[in-house]
């Protein structure tokens, strides 16, 4: 192991983890907006929208990353729609990722009693207030453990994101070890750059679970 490649590479990785943090925090996002907004109309059984959720669902669980960013990036084109390696690489992350978050957040929801929002309704709360301050509440804090396995698990799936020319971590170790041949050091750095993003991350949900689960939540 050559010290002073590591220290050479070590710029180059900093600059692909910022990358990597910064799609996978937008995806993440909105892979929260949408899996609350499906988990929703799933719980609810609204007619229309539930079986297009639920195919939405199944088609995006059941199909590779990978497959769904050569679509963006290399098959939209034939159609007239040019996207960047980033909007494939965060539409990518929000497609996949959604679909995970929702089945997550509806088990949380079904795991409210229902005994609660019925007396919520008898005292006189309206559907809104029932869902504001009994429903998410207990169904996001049942939800954090698999919230916390589905973010690690999307963060780990941005290591495709290389494939469409995105200078993230992989596709900066790919391009050192073509161009230097220092192999040892270019995967060293990349498992390193990976555990200083996933490590924190876990350490950090798992003290939030500690938490709710004195709090009463999550049991």
């Known amino acids: 192991m050559n010290i002073d490649v590591l220290k050479e590479y070590a710029p180059m990785y900093l600059s692909a983890a910022g990358l990597t943090v910064r799609i996978a925090l937008i995806g993440i996002a909105?892979?929260?907006?949408?899996?609350i907004f499906c988990s929703l109309i799933r719980y609810y059984k609204i007619p229309f929208l539930r079986q297009l959720t639920g195919?939405?669902?199944?088609?995006?669980?059941n199909t590779p990353l990978l497959i769904?960013?050569?679509f963006l990036y290399f098959g939209l084109p034939k159609a007239?729609?040019?996207?960047?390696s980033e909007t494939c690489a965060i539409t990518g992350l929000?497609?996949?990722g959604g679909s995970y978050m929702a089945e997550?957040?509806?088990?949380?929801l079904e795991a409210v009693p229902s005994i609660q929002l019925e007396s919520a309704l008898s005292l006189g709360l309206k559907k809104k207030q029932v869902i504001r301050y009994i429903l998410l509440p207990q169904a996001i804090s049942v939800s954090v453990p698999a919230f916390a396995a589905n973010i690690i698990f999307l963060i780990k799936e941005t290591s495709v994101f290389s494939a469409v020319a995105l200078a993230d971590l992989m596709y900066t170790a790919k391009s050192l070890i073509g161009m230097s041949y220092n192999t040892d050091e270019a995967l060293f750095m990349l498992v390193l750059s990976y555990l200083g993003i996933l490590l924190p991350i876990s350490?950090?949900?798992t003290l939030i679970e500690r938490k709710l689960r004195y709090a009463g939540f999550g049991n």
């Open 30 to 35: 909105g892979s929260f907006l949408v899996g």
């Open 55 to 61: 195919l939405y669902i199944e088609l995006s669980r």
């Open 68 to 70: 769904q960013l050569f």
């Open 80 to 84: 007239g729609i040019l996207l960047s």
């Open 94 to 96: 929000i497609f996949l």
């Open 104 to 108: 997550a957040f509806r088990s949380g």
């Open 203 to 205: 350490v950090i949900f």
